[in-house]
Protein backbone atom coordinates (compact mmCIF):
# COMPACT_ATOMS: atom_id res chain seq x y z
CA UNK A 1 0.00 0.00 0.00
CA UNK A 2 1.56 3.12 -0.82
CA UNK A 3 1.06 6.72 0.45
CA UNK A 4 -1.78 7.93 -0.94
CA UNK A 5 -3.40 4.23 -0.62
CA UNK A 6 -2.85 5.20 3.04
CA UNK A 7 -4.29 8.44 2.84
CA UNK A 8 -7.11 7.38 1.21
CA UNK A 9 -7.51 4.51 3.59
CA UNK A 10 -7.32 6.51 7.05
CA UNK A 11 -8.99 9.33 5.46
CA UNK A 12 -12.09 6.15 5.01
CA UNK A 13 -12.32 5.36 8.35
CA UNK A 14 -12.29 8.70 9.77
CA UNK A 15 -15.49 9.50 7.50
CA UNK A 16 -16.74 6.11 8.42
CA UNK A 17 -16.25 6.72 12.02
CA UNK A 18 -17.57 10.08 12.10
CA UNK A 19 -20.86 9.28 10.21
CA UNK A 20 -21.13 6.49 12.90
CA UNK A 21 -21.00 8.68 15.97
CA UNK A 22 -23.21 11.03 13.93
CA UNK A 23 -25.92 8.40 14.19
CA UNK A 24 -25.36 7.58 17.60
CA UNK A 25 -25.74 11.33 18.28
CA UNK A 26 -28.59 11.93 16.97
CA UNK A 27 -30.15 8.56 18.69
CA UNK A 28 -29.01 9.55 21.91
CA UNK A 29 -30.60 13.38 21.79
CA UNK A 30 -33.07 13.75 19.03
CA UNK A 31 -34.71 9.73 20.54
CA UNK A 32 -34.23 9.31 16.34
CA UNK A 33 -32.89 6.44 14.72
CA UNK A 34 -32.43 6.38 11.00
CA UNK A 35 -32.71 2.92 9.31
CA UNK A 36 -30.98 4.20 6.31
CA UNK A 37 -28.57 6.17 7.44
CA UNK A 38 -27.69 3.06 10.03
CA UNK A 39 -27.28 0.84 6.68
CA UNK A 40 -24.58 3.22 4.82
CA UNK A 41 -22.65 3.49 8.38
CA UNK A 42 -22.86 -0.80 8.23
CA UNK A 43 -21.69 -0.66 4.77
CA UNK A 44 -18.88 1.70 4.67
CA UNK A 45 -17.73 -0.43 7.76
CA UNK A 46 -18.07 -3.42 5.70
CA UNK A 47 -16.13 -2.01 3.10
CA UNK A 48 -12.88 -0.76 5.53
CA UNK A 49 -13.22 -4.56 6.82
CA UNK A 50 -12.78 -6.09 3.06
CA UNK A 51 -10.50 -4.21 2.24
CA UNK A 52 -8.40 -5.27 4.82
CA UNK A 53 -9.15 -8.92 4.99
CA UNK A 54 -8.89 -8.96 1.12
CA UNK A 55 -5.99 -6.94 1.03
CA UNK A 56 -7.73 -4.68 -1.86
CA UNK A 57 -6.25 -1.57 -3.08
CA UNK A 58 -7.35 1.36 -0.56
CA UNK A 59 -8.35 2.97 -4.56
CA UNK A 60 -11.58 0.60 -4.13
CA UNK A 61 -13.26 2.82 -1.26
CA UNK A 62 -13.77 5.36 -4.00
CA UNK A 63 -16.79 3.76 -5.06
CA UNK A 64 -17.60 1.75 -2.34
CA UNK A 65 -18.23 4.20 0.25
CA UNK A 66 -20.36 6.22 -2.10
CA UNK A 67 -22.11 3.18 -3.21
CA UNK A 68 -22.95 2.79 0.56
CA UNK A 69 -24.49 6.35 0.82
CA UNK A 70 -26.34 5.12 -2.24
CA UNK A 71 -27.82 1.73 -1.45
CA UNK A 72 -29.18 3.78 2.35
CA UNK A 73 -30.93 6.17 0.24
CA UNK A 74 -32.90 2.91 -2.36
CA UNK A 75 -33.23 0.96 1.05
CA UNK A 76 -36.24 3.33 1.81
CA UNK A 77 -38.03 1.84 -1.17
CA UNK A 78 -36.57 -1.29 -2.34
CA UNK A 79 -36.00 -4.53 -1.14
CA UNK A 80 -32.54 -3.70 -0.29
CA UNK A 81 -34.69 -2.79 2.60
CA UNK A 82 -33.79 -6.30 4.06
CA UNK A 83 -30.26 -5.44 4.99
CA UNK A 84 -31.93 -2.91 7.62
CA UNK A 85 -31.89 -6.18 9.43
CA UNK A 86 -28.06 -6.53 9.96
CA UNK A 87 -27.40 -2.72 10.16
CA UNK A 88 -29.74 -2.76 13.14
CA UNK A 89 -27.38 -5.72 14.89
CA UNK A 90 -24.30 -3.41 14.16
CA UNK A 91 -25.40 -0.14 15.37
CA UNK A 92 -26.85 -2.31 18.48
CA UNK A 93 -23.50 -1.87 19.82
CA UNK A 94 -23.17 1.54 19.09
CA UNK A 95 -26.32 2.45 21.06
CA UNK A 96 -25.07 0.51 24.58
CA UNK A 97 -24.81 2.92 27.15
CA UNK A 98 -27.39 5.01 25.68
CA UNK A 99 -30.78 3.47 26.04
CA UNK A 100 -33.01 3.28 29.52
CA UNK A 101 -36.29 2.72 30.27
CA UNK A 102 -37.53 6.29 29.74
CA UNK A 103 -35.82 5.89 26.60
CA UNK A 104 -37.54 2.61 25.34
CA UNK A 105 -40.89 3.96 26.66
CA UNK A 106 -40.55 6.90 24.34
CA UNK A 107 -39.72 5.11 21.33
CA UNK A 108 -42.56 2.87 21.71
CA UNK A 109 -44.82 5.79 21.46
CA UNK A 110 -45.50 5.42 25.63
CA UNK A 111 -45.04 8.80 26.65
CA UNK A 112 -46.65 8.50 29.63
CA UNK A 113 -44.96 5.90 31.22
CA UNK A 114 -41.71 7.94 29.58
CA UNK A 115 -42.38 10.78 31.77
CA UNK A 116 -42.76 9.22 34.77
CA UNK A 117 -39.63 6.86 34.41
CA UNK A 118 -37.83 9.87 33.52
CA UNK A 119 -38.71 12.02 36.29
CA UNK A 120 -37.41 8.48 38.23
CA UNK A 121 -34.55 9.19 36.71
CA UNK A 122 -34.25 12.27 37.75
CA UNK A 123 -35.32 12.15 41.60
CA UNK A 124 -32.25 10.19 41.81
CA UNK A 125 -29.70 12.09 39.17
CA UNK A 126 -30.94 15.03 37.53
CA UNK A 127 -28.48 15.26 34.76
CA UNK A 128 -28.77 17.79 31.98
CA UNK A 129 -29.77 14.58 29.41
CA UNK A 130 -32.53 13.31 32.02
CA UNK A 131 -34.48 17.20 31.54
CA UNK A 132 -33.86 16.88 27.87
CA UNK A 133 -35.75 13.47 27.40
CA UNK A 134 -38.46 14.55 30.00
CA UNK A 135 -39.37 17.74 28.11
CA UNK A 136 -39.20 15.42 24.54
CA UNK A 137 -41.43 13.43 25.92
CA UNK A 138 -43.90 15.94 27.30
CA UNK A 139 -43.39 17.94 23.90
CA UNK A 140 -44.46 14.69 21.84
CA UNK A 141 -47.78 15.19 24.92
CA UNK A 142 -48.26 18.43 23.13
CA UNK A 143 -47.36 19.86 26.71
CA UNK A 144 -45.78 22.24 25.70
CA UNK A 145 -45.82 24.86 29.56
CA UNK A 146 -43.94 21.89 30.92
CA UNK A 147 -41.74 21.03 28.08
CA UNK A 148 -40.18 24.92 28.22
CA UNK A 149 -40.14 24.56 31.65
CA UNK A 150 -38.09 21.18 31.39
CA UNK A 151 -35.83 22.43 28.62
CA UNK A 152 -34.64 25.39 30.84
CA UNK A 153 -33.88 23.24 33.57
CA UNK A 154 -31.46 21.11 31.47
CA UNK A 155 -29.63 24.22 30.13
CA UNK A 156 -29.66 25.13 33.83
CA UNK A 157 -27.17 22.14 34.00
CA UNK A 158 -25.37 22.02 30.46
CA UNK A 159 -26.20 24.07 27.73
CA UNK A 160 -25.78 23.03 24.90
CA UNK A 161 -27.39 23.93 21.23
CA UNK A 162 -29.46 21.19 20.47
CA UNK A 163 -31.21 21.73 23.88
CA UNK A 164 -31.73 25.45 23.03
CA UNK A 165 -32.75 24.51 19.32
CA UNK A 166 -35.41 22.47 20.92
CA UNK A 167 -36.74 25.03 23.46
CA UNK A 168 -37.20 27.26 20.08
CA UNK A 169 -39.57 25.10 18.93
CA UNK A 170 -41.67 24.66 21.96
CA UNK A 171 -41.78 28.39 22.05
CA UNK A 172 -42.96 28.51 18.60
CA UNK A 173 -45.15 24.75 19.08
CA UNK A 174 -46.81 27.17 22.00
CA UNK A 175 -47.42 30.20 19.86
CA UNK A 176 -44.45 32.30 21.18
CA UNK A 177 -42.24 32.86 18.37
CA UNK A 178 -40.57 35.82 19.14
CA UNK A 179 -39.08 34.57 22.17
CA UNK A 180 -38.28 31.11 20.10
CA UNK A 181 -36.21 33.61 17.76
CA UNK A 182 -34.06 34.70 20.61
CA UNK A 183 -33.60 30.79 21.79
CA UNK A 184 -32.89 29.60 18.37
CA UNK A 185 -29.55 32.54 18.04
CA UNK A 186 -28.52 31.47 21.32
CA UNK A 187 -28.09 28.18 20.01
CA UNK A 188 -26.20 29.33 16.95
CA UNK A 189 -24.11 31.12 19.22
CA UNK A 190 -22.98 28.09 20.76
CA UNK A 191 -22.70 26.26 17.24
CA UNK A 192 -22.66 28.96 14.29
CA UNK A 193 -22.73 26.28 11.93
CA UNK A 194 -25.99 24.59 12.91
CA UNK A 195 -28.12 24.25 9.74
CA UNK A 196 -31.09 23.45 11.11
CA UNK A 197 -31.28 26.22 13.90
CA UNK A 198 -30.61 28.79 10.73
CA UNK A 199 -33.34 27.41 8.81
CA UNK A 200 -35.98 27.42 11.19
CA UNK A 201 -35.26 30.59 12.22
CA UNK A 202 -34.91 32.00 9.02
CA UNK A 203 -38.68 30.36 8.67
CA UNK A 204 -40.10 31.90 11.65
CA UNK A 205 -38.35 35.48 10.71
CA UNK A 206 -40.78 35.23 7.83
CA UNK A 207 -43.55 33.48 9.52
CA UNK A 208 -43.82 36.88 11.90
CA UNK A 209 -43.28 39.13 8.91
CA UNK A 210 -39.44 40.11 9.73
CA UNK A 211 -38.46 39.95 6.17
CA UNK A 212 -35.15 41.74 6.40
CA UNK A 213 -33.92 39.15 8.90
CA UNK A 214 -35.39 36.24 7.20
CA UNK A 215 -33.57 37.19 3.48
CA UNK A 216 -29.92 37.57 6.27
CA UNK A 217 -30.51 33.91 7.51
CA UNK A 218 -31.61 32.70 4.05
CA UNK A 219 -27.93 33.59 2.50
CA UNK A 220 -26.77 31.45 5.27
CA UNK A 221 -28.57 28.87 4.82
CA UNK A 222 -28.21 28.81 1.10
CA UNK A 223 -24.18 28.39 1.49
CA UNK A 224 -25.16 25.16 2.54
CA UNK A 225 -28.78 23.56 0.64
CA UNK A 226 -29.74 25.48 -1.79
CA UNK A 227 -32.76 23.33 -2.46
CA UNK A 228 -33.85 24.33 1.26
CA UNK A 229 -33.24 28.03 0.35
CA UNK A 230 -35.42 27.68 -1.93
CA UNK A 231 -38.29 26.60 0.09
CA UNK A 232 -38.01 29.29 2.53
CA UNK A 233 -37.47 31.55 -0.24
CA UNK A 234 -41.00 30.84 -1.06
CA UNK A 235 -42.64 31.31 1.75
CA UNK A 236 -40.77 34.54 2.24
CA UNK A 237 -42.15 35.87 -0.75
CA UNK A 238 -45.26 35.55 0.99
CA UNK A 239 -44.82 37.33 3.42
Not at 29 to 46: D, N, R
Not at 54 to 82: A, E, K, N
Not at 87 to 102: A, R
Request: charged content about 20%; glycine content about 6%; overall charge positive.
Amino acid sequence: MDTIGYLIYGLSILITLGWCFNIRHKAKYEQATEKSMELQGFLMTVSLVLISLLHLSPFHLLWMLPSSFILGLLSMTTPIRVLWIFSSIYFSFWYIGISNLGRKFYVNGEYEKAIAAFKEEISKKPTSEAYFDLALAYGKLGQHDSEIIVYQQSIKLKPKPETYFNLGIAYVDNGNKQEAIKVFKQAISLKPEYFKAHYTICKTYAEIGDKENALKELEIVRKTDSRSADKLASIINLV
